[in-house]
């Protein structure tokens, strides 16, 4: 879909060093003056938010950010709920094609890996914006370097992060004390136990991670992930990845033949008692499921011996959002500590913070504080240091010789 290319539209040259201009940071009254400008033309805008809606949490989570954001600002967010951003990012680019250069659907994505890979490469991105954001100063960009780098493809101030995230996986301790905690035992397992483990279906964003997952474990040389696909041949260099998916298929939640459709299915599964071990990008989401009543008090969270995946999301405005203004808004009020806080809160949502928590002031930095432990929560210094993420070429790559080789 993103293999033809695209050539943006030129601009005088006069025009681009100033639009270069008007972005560069200046003092900081320049800075302030910027932002009351930004402040007061976003009065009154709409921004049309698309992120995914398959969680009951975090759509209440951006309902209470909108409130907040129209009752202080006077800009009105109106999350439109998606299943899958490729699919908006494919919209941008049919207005793009069109000539739609303004007055553009999207305001604000929720969004990263591949789709902002293919997004950057076809000029479908405004100009940089993280610096104009007065919060975006509260970013642990040291401590979190995947703020600044999303699957291997700097993000150049196109999108600013919004939380961390990791995979971890989940099991009921009642039902299996001990988990298995490297692929081979997970296969030896389900070997013993059939059915009991599944992952969900592909390119289902938590069916392609545990793809990811296991290409890295297994793989002899998992830095040549790092680097883009390449002339060489994609399927021999991830062999390892197929003969493991072989052995394990035939012994998988209804033999294989069926996959859930996302990762709130897999934990109402492991809660049904359907299988011994499920998987979640958030590593709080167990807590979260106790506390929502989707998961027994029992459930406990671990991770693999050698490490899990880890990055960060992001949030991004189109080239030709129609409030630009609003989202601005939006998005530096999401950076705020009050609403990063709230963000992490397990009760709430659960999503880890990207703001260096330990230098901020300590009014801000006791919204924090306050945060209760979860029950299932794994303490930060348990997670280890994540693995990075594929170069997102591989994504791709993965999903299509997955669905060659299971996809019926």
């Given amino acids: 879909m993103f293999r033809a290319a695209i050539r943006a539209r030129r601009m005088p040259a006069l025009a681009l060093i100033l639009l270069f201009i008007a972005w560069l940071p ?4 320049q800075a302030e003056d910027d932002w009351q400008a930004v402040l007061e033309a976003a009065r009154g805008q709409t921004v049309y938010f698309n992120g995914w809606g398959g969680s009951e ?28 951003i490729a699919e908006v990012v494919a919209r941008i680019l049919a207005e793009k094609i069109a000539g739609r250069d303004s007055g553009g659907t999207v305001d604000l ?21 993280t610096e104009a954001l007065p919060n975006f100063a509260l970013v642990d960009t ?17 999108e600013a992060p919004w939380g961390m995230a990791q995979l971890v996986f989940i099991h009921d301790t009642a039902v299996l004390p001990t988990p298995p905690t490297t692929l081979q035992t997970l296969l030896m397992h ?10 969900p279906l592909p390119p289902a964003f938590h069916g392609t991670t545990f793809l990811k997952q296991a290409l890295l474990s297994l793989s002899p040389n998992p830095e040549r992930f790092q680097e883009p696909v390449g002339d060489t041949d994609p399927v021999a260099e991830t062999a390892a990845l197929w003969d493991y998916l072989d052995r394990l298929h035939p012994h998988l939640w209804r033999s294989g033949e069926a996959f859930p459709p996302d990762g709130p299915t897999l934990i109402r599964l492991l809660d049904d008692g ?22 027994p008090d029992t459930a406990r969270t671990y991770i693999l011996d050698g490490g899990t995946l880890g990055n960060a999301h992001f949030l991004a405005i189109p080239y030709n959002a129609n409030a630009r203004e609003g989202a601005l808004v939006f998005v ?19 999503d880890p913070s990207v703001l260096n928590v330990s230098e901020l002031p300590a009014g801000e930095r006791a919204h924090f504080e306050a945060l209760p432990p979860g029950p299932a929560t794994l303490p930060a210094n348990a997670l280890g240091t994540p693995l990075p993420e594929p170069h997102p070429s591989w994504t791709g790559a993965l999903e299509a010789e997955w669905l060659r080789r299971y996809g019926g």
């Fill in 332 to 350: 530096d009020f999401l950076l705020s500590p009050e609403a990063q806080a709230r963000k992490a809160d397990y009760r709430i949502w659960g």
């Fill in 26 to 29: 200046g003092t900081p009254a």
């Fill in 57 to 84: 949490q975090v759509n209440g989570y951006v309902a209470w950010a909108a409130a907040e954001t129209e009752a202080r600002y006077g800009v009105r967010v109106v999350h439109v709920r998606i299943g899958d």
């Fill in 142 to 158: 040291v401590g979190l370097p995947t703020t600044l780098v999303d699957f291997t493809v700097p993000t150049d101030g196109l």
């Fill in 109 to 129: 994505m929720w969004i990263n890996g591949e789709n902002f890979a293919a997004m950057k490469a076809h000029d479908l991105l405004g100009a940089p914006f």
């Fill in 274 to 295: 359907e299988i011994d071990v499920a998987f979640s990008f958030n590593p709080q989401e167990a807590s979260a499921a106790i506390e929502n009543g989707l998961l």
């Fill in 190 to 199: 389900v070997e013993a136990n059939p059915g009991r483990f599944t992952y």
